[in-house]
């Protein structure tokens, strides 16, 4: 039996408390997991960690070196095989706490800070290092940056197709405020020093400002809220933006939704579209190098190639809102997708192998193929 210590940091957002309650939730009598969070509450955890099975010890210290101590007494306390990280200080902490222990972190945002590559870097000098990407975008990205190719695998995430034929889309609108007759749109998490968040907000502003019955569903929190409700408020029609914080779970916004918007030229992780794709959920997005990995125009999402300015990219935006008459196709050919590549057993069963090709000193991505390339693995 393969022992998994996880170990978070309070920068951890939505896609990685997924990924971990699914692992955790994983019906495998070949994992023994355990959490550790570095620097969160009990009532931050239920936000930023996992769901599941497994208590959660929560790490408190100044800094992610002062932590490692007590990560290094947990590893021993629950005798860990491997350690796996998600986010940059758990991974500087877990690098700095683990003796003989196989190191995984796991990377969603193509975007990720030029410090925290220069860590992975440093640190995939050491033996047994995995990183496992979740696209071949985040993959591309680090090898570009300097992180070597041999130290990273492909791990598609999965999707919760069980959770999404359950959500009751009703009781989500009534809980936010949203009319029935209205045309429910989300946007992602608003990422920092990225303006997409704007640009999509004041696509469906403009929508709105029609006299469309529209309302947008911002998800998460963090320092942007401040900013896109100054936007809302400017527009004039503040009445149509509802502000969702952390109340309800974005995977569940957005499968509640009619319309995922995203309007960052910038690259951002691509969960929430995966999410969306098995939703029935019809996704906009401007063509950057993230986006069409996973879609298409007018195959399964609408796309268009945008402006550098997020006023400009908001008006193309805006125009690409309108109905479609394929809208059914699209759906159609997304969902059949994401059932093929986001598969829950798959996502669970891959990073075991990444798991057992560490303890077995293999590069972590043996046997592991890419059901987006190849068919359901």
């Known amino acids: 039996m393969t022992r998994v210590l996880h170990v978070l940091d309070d920068t951890c957002a939505w896609e990685q408390r997924v990924a971990i309650t699914q692992l955790l939730g994983a019906d495998s009598s070949d994992f023994e997991q355990h959490v550790a969070i570095l620097g969160a509450s009990t009532a931050d955890a239920d936000s930023r960690g996992p769901s599941g099975p497994v208590e959660a010890v929560h790490i408190h210290a100044r800094s992610a070196i002062f932590a490692a101590p007590r990560v290094r007494s947990r590893l021993a306390h629950w005798a860990a095989d491997v350690v796996h990280a998600w986010g940059p200080r758990a991974l ?12 995984v972190i796991t990377v969603f945002d193509p ?67 949203i009319p029935s007759e209205s045309r429910m749109l989300v946007i992602p998490p608003p990422l920092p020093r990225r303006d997409g968040h704007c640009a999509a907000m004041w696509a469906v502003l403009m929508r709105r400002y029609l ?23 400017a527009s004039g029609q503040a009445d149509s933006v509802v502000f969702a914080g952390d109340r309800i779970p974005v995977e569940a916004l957005v499968a509640a939704a009619d319309d995922l918007v995203i309007g960052d030229l910038d690259e951002i992780p691509m969960t929430a579209a995966a999410w969306a794709m098995a939703s029935n959920t019809l996704i906009t997005a401007p063509a950057t190098y993230a986006t069409t990995e996973m879609l298409a125009n007018d195959l399964n999402a609408k796309l268009f190639k945008a402006p550098p300015g997020w006023r400009q990219r908001a008006a193309k935006l805006a125009a690409l809102l309108d109905p479609v008459t394929n809208a059914t196709k699209l759906l159609d050919v997304a969902r059949g997708q994401a059932y093929e590549v986001f598969s829950r057993r798959r996502f669970v069963r891959q990073m ?9 000193a293999k ?10 390339l190849i068919g359901a693995a």
């Open 211 to 233: 006299e469309e019955p529209v309302a947008l569903v911002v998800t998460g929190a963090g320092s942007s809220q401040a900013e896109l409700q100054q936007l809302a408020e």
């Open 352 to 360: 075991d192998l990444v798991y057992d090709n560490l303890l077995a």
């Open 92 to 103: 500087a902490a877990a690098a700095a706490a683990r003796a003989h222990q196989p190191l």
């Open 363 to 372: 590069l972590p991505a043996v046997g592991i193929s890419d059901p987006a």
């Open 111 to 177: 975007g990720i800070a030029e410090d925290t590559v220069k860590l992975i870097r440093t640190i995939c000098d050491q033996p047994a290092v995995a990183v496992v990407c979740t696209a071949e975008r985040v993959r591309r990205r680090l090898v570009e940056r300097g992180v070597p190719f041999d130290n990273c695998a492909l791990v598609r995430p999965a999707i919760d197709f069980a959770m999404i034929r359950n959500v009751n889309r009703d009781a989500i609108r009534t809980a936010l405020g």
